[in-house]
Nanobody, 119 residues
Framework: QVQLVESGGGLVQPGGSLRLSCAAS????????MGWYRQAPGRERELVAT???????NYADTVKGRYTISRDNAKNTLYLQMNSLKPEDTAVYYC?????????????WGQGTQVTVSS
């Protein structure tokens, strides 16, 4: 069973920075992709930044140039560096792992970490 544990959220002023971490544990298939999503109150969960299976990165237009996704494979940890934060970045941020076995895809989610951008 895969477990994803996020950390690093909190309250930050506009223009500030935070770094989120997601520690992954448990067995999974050999083809995987990890990423970050967020959900603001009253809104649907949306993609923030992801690694594809091939290792390239995708970013939502709203965070391009401000956020950076990275990973440490030795530590099984995914990161999200968030700079120049805006109030509209306020949301619960979720770590996601997609694990593939042939045509099947399994989705795993962390419990989420709150990010609040406010003065």
């Amino acid at each position: 069973q895969v477990q994803l544990v996020e950390s690093g959220g909190g309250l930050v002023q506009p223009g500030g920075s935070l770094r989120l971490s997601c520690a992954a544990s448990g067995s999974r298939f050999s083809i995987n992709a990890m990423g970050w999503y967020r959900q603001a109150p009253g809104r649907e969960r949306e993609l923030v930044a992801t690694f594809t299976v091939g290792g390239s990165t995708n970013y939502a237009d709203t965070v391009k140039g401000r956020y950076t996704i990275s990973r440490d494979n030795a530590k099984n940890t995914l990161y999200l560096q968030m700079n120049s934060l805006k109030p509209e970045d306020t949301a619960v941020y979720y770590c996601n792992l997609k694990s593939y076995l042939g045509p099947l895809r399994y989705d795993y989610w962390g419990q989420g970490t709150q990010v609040t951008v406010s003065s």
